[in-house]
Each structure stands twice: as C-alpha cells, then as structure tokens.
C-alpha cells in the first residue's frame, strides 16, 4: 500500500477527530499560517491529505484548546516548536564553535609559555661551577701567577722547608682553603669553551720541586 494511499480525505479525517470538514479545514489553515508552509500537508488534485501522523498533531491541538488555550497558541506550541529546536541547535553549534576557538587559543598561550621557559631549564646547574675549582695540585698556580716564573734559590728553597715543616696540620689545611676561597671570588666567563673543558695533566706538588732541586 503506496503512502498517498494511506492518507485521509479531509471528510474522513474530520470523522476521525470528531469535527465538521470546515473546522478541519480551519486547523489546516492555522497549522500552515504558523509553519508558513501552505504545502505543510499533502495535496491531491488541491485536496488536502492527512497522514496519521497528521492526525495525531491536530488531535494535540484540539486538548491544548480544551485546556484554554486559543487555536493560535496551540499551533505556536506545536508546530512552530520545529523551528524553535532548529534555532537553538543552530545557537548550540556557534557555542560550541566559540569554545574550540577559546580552547585552541589556549593551547597556543601554553605552547609559548612551554617554548620561553625552555632556556632557563637548558642554563647550567650553579652546582657545575664548583667542577671549575681547581684541583689542589694546580693551587701553586694561583701564587706563581703573581710574580713571574722564576726558578728559586738554594737558601729560598731551605728556608721554604723550614717554614713548611714547621706548620701544623691545621695551617696547611687553612692556606689551602684560603687559596680556594680567593680563586672562587675572582671573576669568571660565563660558558666554558671546549678547551677549557679539558682534563689538564696532572703536575707535580710544588713540595716535590724543592727536592727536585
């Protein structure tokens, strides 16, 4: 059975509805003045056809007219509450838009912020200048530093020894910590270049050259 078979002339579908053919030609009128649609229902040789479904919304009208309701009202509730949900999906989807929009600036405000702290993450440890301090055979630099090189004298040498060996354990100690307190204060490049980084040889105490002598 096609669906233009399953439609109801208009005598028949008053009968349904228990209404005279001109109030059902009336509720057709008010439905497609509301929907602005004059083809809303279907035609056949310029006779309206209703569809069960038809029925079923004009049926719903007729309550909300029983209720108090004008026709008017009933069909504004019933019929143009189509385009009513169109309206509302429609401002629905432009928000939800509008998120992804405020969503994707975000992401990109933490992508900067990620990217500018990176340098500070790379700069070295401060705890890496303390491989810089020199090893405490290399301390006799420091001192040679200051005068030029120059080779010393017999009597310089003895009495270095004496003086040496009559220091305690806890003077040595202190001139040592002295000589590395005073190197850490003097003012230092900020990068290392490569040949700094390089592993010096080791060189001989300077106790060792007064007996070398």
Request: overall charge negative.
């Amino acid at each position: 059975m096609s669906e233009v078979s399953e439609q109801m002339k208009t005598s028949e579908a008053a009968k349904q509805l228990g209404v005279s053919e001109a109030t059902l030609r009336k509720y057709s009128q008010i439905v497609e003045k509301v929907t602005a649609n004059p083809a809303y229902f279907s035609h056949v040789k310029n006779a309206r056809r209703y569809s069960a479904e038809n029925l079923a919304d004009l049926k719903k009208m007729q309550e909300m007219n029983k209720e108090g309701k004008t026709l008017d009202q009933a069909a504004q509730e019933l019929f143009a509450g189509e385009d009513s949900k169109a309206d509302e999906l429609q401002e629905l989807k432009k928000n939800l838009a509008q998120k992804d929009e405020e969503i994707a600036a975000l992401k990109a405000q933490v992508a900067e912020l990620a990217q500018a702290m990176a340098p500070a993450e790379n700069k070295a440890d401060p705890a890496d200048d303390v491989l810089d301090l020199p090893d405490f055979d290399d301390l006799e630099d420091l001192g040679e530093a200051k005068e030029p090189d120059r080779p010393l004298t017999a009597e310089e040498k003895r009495a270095q020894v004496v003086a040496d060996m009559g220091k305690s354990t806890e003077e040595v100690r202190r001139d040592i910590m002295d000589k590395v307190q005073e190197n850490a204060q003097k003012a230092r490049p900020e990068f290392r270049t490569l040949a700094d980084m390089q592993l010096k040889p080791k060189k001989m105490p300077w106790w060792k050259k007064l007996f070398k002598g």
